[in-house]
């Protein structure tokens, strides 16, 4: 299709049009039993890596020069390591997994999980070097020196620790803030490299391996289990679907001041299984943005041959998406996320976003059923930053809804609990979405437990990294 065909068909697409019907495959419910299992299986394959450690020691071993240090040493490492794996499985992007818990408290955990191995490793790198050093009478320092230039796979490992401590102090909030998000990931690909370096070492050294075929091969089919896992969700399947669906820019709308909504053109998007307020990792085929993809929201369910995204310009990528041309290539991870009706408990949904935030709220009430009362609130600094404001004010009106407007500086429209409450008297009877920058959901979020509400019906969406 040539591309001026392209774009006038994307610019003809009505997004809030509700008397047409549309053909599209809606997102599959979560299954909240796989989650319990994956936590069942974590904690048992915890408890056979400690029983590997226990049981490969003797007290012989124990009681000799530096053994108490050895174990100890054993132990941490093996904790640590599995712990990393289990890290990894949280940002594998396994989606029966996203559905049921969503990838922001996935990477919350990812994060309160983080400190443990870093730790455990440094413990481990310090007990057997301590440890081993008593055993020859050396000092800690050669002791170390002699394990990097003439031990088997030491120095790989010494390389990886240095890059999992990169990864991990960029992982800090003050860290994260200072810098792009560009910077932030590459970083981060850094652990993949961190443990591929480690294993090797880790089998050709361990006490617990030598010796134990069983246990080899069961610490072998942990890690190629996962190193499997992440392959399929990260780049099998992915390559698969944007074979089979060829996305393409359609088209490049400015909707607000700095704010742009891009309309994807693809093959066989009815098959696409999608939920409102899901989120795709986007990689745009352009010279600058090709190497590394972004999170954005689907600010509209799709009508297929078209999908939306918007994007508000805040980094270098999202920047420059507003000079994309049509044509360009498209290739997505996803649908992710749990923010969807899914996770709805009521016949009540209140809707509250800000800025941007307010684009996945606009395909969340295009998605929810037609018998749910909804109400929406959206705040911006200026009418003109209020994102799809005459599709949302329609979809409301169709649905005999309730739409309230906050405009202006925060400190003149402050959305306080005093304000929820004199905007929406039965919040506490609803089912409560809140989108938006990270200091808005935080506020909005406090404000909503003083007026009482449920905290399993607070489903919160932040835009930050």
Not at 94 to 99: C, G, S, T, V
Request: with cysteine; hydrophobic share 45%.
């Amino acid at each position: 299709m040539p591309t001026s065909t392209l774009e006038r068909k994307a610019s003809k697409v009505a997004w809030s049009r509700q008397d047409a019907p549309v053909r599209r495959r809606r997102g599959p419910a979560p299954q909240p039993w796989i989650a319990n299992l994956f936590a069942i299986l974590a904690g048992v394959g915890f408890g056979i890596v400690l029983a590997l450690v226990v049981t490969s020691e003797s007290w012989a071993s124990l009681t000799s020069p530096g053994g108490w240090l050895d174990a100890a040493g054993r132990l941490c490492a093996m904790t640590g390591s599995y712990l990393m794996l289990i890290m990894v499985l949280l940002i594998a992007r396994i989606p029966w997994l996203e559905r049921v818990v969503g990838q922001d408290r996935l990477v919350r955990w990812h994060r309160r999980i983080g400190g443990w191995p870093i730790g455990l490793i440094a413990l481990h790198i310090a007990f057997v070097t301590l440890g081993y050093a008593q055993t020859t009478s050396t000092g800690p320092l050669s002791q170390f020196w002699t394990f990097v230039r003439h031990y088997p796979d030491m120095l790989a490992a010494a390389v990886a620790f240095v890059l999992l401590v990169m990864a991990g102090v960029t992982s800090f909030r003050i860290a994260r803030r200072r810098m792009k998000y560009e910077t932030w990931w590459v970083v981060h690909l850094y652990m993949y490299a961190a443990l591929m370096l480690a294993f090797a070492h880790q089998v050709a050294t361990g006490v617990m391996f030598l010796g134990h075929p069983l246990a080899r091969i069961f610490w072998d089919s942990l890690w190629a289990g996962v190193a499997a896992i992440v392959v399929t969700n990260r780049v099998i399947v992915p390559v698969a679907r944007n074979l089979r669906y060829q996305l393409r820019v359609a088209s490049v709308k400015e909707e607000a001041p700095g704010v742009f909504s891009l309309t994807i053109s693809g093959r066989s998007l009815s098959t696409l299984a999608v939920s409102g307020g899901q989120f795709f990792q986007w990689r745009f085929m352009s010279r600058d943005l090709w190497w590394h993809p972004h999170p954005y929201s689907l600010s509209a369910m799709p009508r297929p041959p078209f999908l939306r995204v918007t994007v508000k310009a805040l980094g270098d990528q999202s920047s420059a998406v507003a000079h994309l041309r049509p044509g360009t290539r498209v290739f997505v991870e996803g649908p992710y996320g749990a923010f969807t009706r899914h996770v709805r408990r009521s016949e009540q949904v209140t809707l509250i976003g800000a800025g941007v935030g307010i684009t996945p709220l606009r395909a969340l009430l295009e998605d929810l059923p037609h018998n749910i009362r909804v109400t929406t609130l959206v705040r911006a600094s200026t009418f003109e930053d209020l994102v799809h404001r005459e599709e949302i004010r329609t979809l409301i009106e169709h649905r005999k809804g309730l739409l309230h407007e906050i405009v202006g500086p925060r400190h003149e429209a402050p959305l306080d609990a005093n304000t929820l409450r004199d905007l929406l008297p039965d919040v506490a009877q609803s089912d409560v979405y809140v989108c938006g920058p990270t200091g808005f959901t935080s506020q909005i979020a406090l404000a909503l437990s003083k007026l009482r509400v449920d905290p399993d019906r607070i489903h919160l969406e932040e835009f930050s990294f």
